[in-house]
């Protein structure tokens, strides 16, 4: 019972708060999460996804930046505090019985840098279930609110390496590249039980829609990022790279599962007949190559107070895999799986990315913001920072890809070339629609 | 009651609503027993010392676990359909975790009082109670015994005789998640 409960709990944990941890909460730098996630100049994203920023020089970007930033971790004091003995604790013990994944995978995501101001309580309702032979109806209450319409899951493409040599604006390297996308959505019949409190009914099929996709390889890479026109204050800046992606491995399963009722709802020794098949297609690492084309393109214009930049990333993206194995697999009343083809080509696409980034300096005020999307919904962020003598002042407002709204505020004070900063942040998770605070700190060499 | 598969979507939801929300299972338990047999309690009461009959019934359960039982509360209707004699009537409910322990007076978890029956009258009842704390514990199991018991009192001089026949029969089960 407890490991269905903490399997549904782990889809909604993963499911809502992997977003936003892809897209922001891996920040350590107190001043960015003080202006709610921007990025500027070289910062965060905008280097990543946009390739004309290689040839920005970093100091006309650098808009009261630091050169280093280091995090202080305070939350994993209170972290090491709320769980003094880890190595026994139970919670985080796979091999003990109160192991909790949840909390685990709560961990992960939420990586515990940051000190936590005000936890984002999780939703307190009854819910209330009504059991007959012949009926069920559940009651979730206002919890209903939190089961998924639409379709729900995390995905993400990243860059985990990028070496390589370059001269004069072309550079040669050859980039790792790596794509998840795992994505769920509730059948009809299941969404209306869950979120409407629809009795369940006779010879009915509730059932999930399920995507789960993973693949990866490395991409030998030609790029080039210079200055087109105007010069160091005031230029123009154009990038793109050319990428040969070589696909070492994938695999991909698209299915559905779920249950079917009876002709009574608990009659018989076996009430429910589980149901389920996907169609899953795969290429082992050893295997042949995948290869695909694509590139990047971006630009930027720096003009004295104002920077402007549009990058994109992995356009025309497909990967070819030439050699791909398709195997079946059927679940009713037994379950069998048998091979559909082998050594057959197929194809996958990687997500198209792009961020569009303004910022605009006036005296010892910086605004700006961004855009970012990598294929999930964009994120937003809008911030800006006044420096008053040795303090300054920051806030910020983003949208996260669940379309919610987040605030983040802060302050520094720098002493020479060093500078200490404090940040706030506030965040929901995936339980519920009230916002909780945390705190980064962290030192920074001017 | 083979009620595992609904705890998957049940508990779904008590995961989804997680935090101090309680989880309540109302369920009637009257439309397992309906038409086997298992709705009725023949008594037969002879003149003289009280007599009682009885029924057993296991019923599987999900297991709460580490969740914790908070309370469980009955109630139910009831007909004392008497067919012959005169006397009175009562339901005693046994609880315990295997069936000879049903037997234990110390496993009655609730008494229906005693109802005056005579002739051919049918005599309607109600069924109301909560479970005591120690009852409570046995629905954390995998599975309980009940035992179902009709008692009476034959104050006339012919064989007191009939059937309490069971109309409705709810548990409220509500449970404090302790799941996080």
Redesign the interface.
Same mark, same amino acid.
């Given at each position: 019972?407890?490991t269905?409960?903490?399997g549904?709990?782990l889809v909604?944990l993963v499911g809502g708060a992997a977003a936003p941890a892809a897209a922001q909460w891996l920040v350590t730098d107190a001043r960015r999460i003080g202006m709610g996630g921007l990025s500027l100049g070289r910062s965060g994203s905008l280097e990543r996804y946009n390739p004309a920023y290689r040839a920005v020089p970093r100091q006309a970007t650098l808009r009261g930046q630091p050169k280093l930033t280091i995090p202080i971790p305070l939350g994993i004091i209170q972290f090491l505090h709320d769980h003094p003995h880890l190595s026994s604790d139970p919670a985080f013990d796979p091999k003990s019985s109160g192991f909790?994944p949840?909390?685990v995978v709560n961990t992960i995501l939420n990586l515990p840098l940051y000190l936590e101001v005000k936890k984002a309580?999780?939703?307190?309702?009854?819910? *209330?279930?009504?059991?007959?032979?012949?009926?069920?109806v559940?009651n979730?209450?206002? *919890?209903?609110e939190?089961?998924p319409e639409d379709q729900f899951g995390i995905s993400g493409s990243s860059r985990p390496f990028s070496p390589g040599f370059g001269f004069k604006g072309l550079r040669i390297g050859v980039m790792g590249w790596v794509h998840d996308d795992v994505e769920f959505q509730l059948g009809d019949t299941l969404l209306g039980?869950?979120r409407d409190s629809q009795p369940a009914r006779h010879n009915t099929r509730?059932s999930v829609l399920l995507h789960g996709l993973v693949e990866g390889g490395f991409a030998p890479t030609v790029s080039y990022a210079g200055r087109i026109a105007g010069d160091s204050t005031h230029g123009f800046y154009a990038g793109g790279a050319v990428h040969y992606y070589v696909g070492v491995g994938y695999g991909r399963t698209d299915g559905d599962a779920g249950?079917i009722t009876g002709d009574t709802i608990?009659g018989g *020794?076996?009430?429910?007949t589980p149901d389920g098949r996907t169609l899953t297609q795969y290429s082992k690492p050893g295997n042949t190559f995948g290869h695909g084309i694509g590139g990047d393109i971006g630009v930027a214009w720096v003009s004295g107070p104002i920077e402007i930049g549009v990058g994109v990333n992995d356009i025309g993206a497909t990967i070819t895999w030439p050699d791909t194995r398709l195997d079946s697999a059927f679940y009713h009343d037994s379950s069998y799986s048998k091979p559909v083809a082998n050594h057959v080509e197929t194809k996958t696409k990687l997500p198209v990315s792009y961020i569009a980034n303004l910022a605009y300096t006036v005296g010892n005020t910086t605004l700006g913001a961004d855009v970012l999307n990598t294929g999930r919904g964009s994120v937003v962020h809008v911030g800006g920072e006044q420096r008053i003598g040795l303090f300054a002042v920051r806030g910020g407002v983003a949208r996260d890809q669940r379309k919610r709204i987040e605030f983040g505020f802060g302050g520094g004070v720098r002493f020479g070339g060093l500078g200490l900063d404090v940040g706030f942040w506030t965040h929901t998770n995936s339980?519920s629609n009230e916002r909780g605070v945390t705190m980064a700190t962290s030192l920074s060499i001017y | 009651m083979r009620t595992k598969w609904l705890w998957v979507v049940a508990l779904a939801g008590v995961a989804a609503g997680c935090g101090e929300g309680h989880a309540i299972f109302n369920v009637d338990v009257y439309s397992f027993i309906k038409g086997t047999g298992r709705d009725t309690i023949p008594y037969f009461v002879p003149p003289g010392p009280p007599a009682s009959a009885s029924t057993f019934q296991r019923i599987d359960l999900p297991g709460a676990g580490s969740s914790f039982v908070d309370s469980v509360i009955v109630n139910g209707k009831m007909s004392l359909e008497n067919q012959a004699g005169t006397g009175s009537i009562g339901l005693q409910l046994f609880i315990a975790a295997d069936s000879a322990g049903t037997l234990n007076s110390s496993a009655l978890a609730l008494t229906v009082p005693d109802a005056a029956v005579s002739g051919t009258a049918v005599t309607p009842d109600t069924i109301v109670g909560r479970f005591n704390d120690a009852v409570i514990q046995l629905f954390t199991g995998s599975q309980l015994w009940i035992r179902l018991q009709a008692k009476g009192t034959n104050s006339g001089v012919i064989l007191l005789q009939g059937k309490a026949v069971i109309k409705s029969l709810w548990l409220t089960v509500v449970i404090n998640d302790k799941l996080f």
């Open positions: 019972m407890r269905f409960v903490l549904f709990g909604v909790n949840i909390l309580p999780t939703p307190t309702n009854d819910v *209330a279930f009504t059991i007959g032979q012949d009926s069920l559940v979730l209450g206002a *919890a209903a939190l089961v039980f869950l509730y249950f608990f *020794a076996n009430p429910v339980l | -």
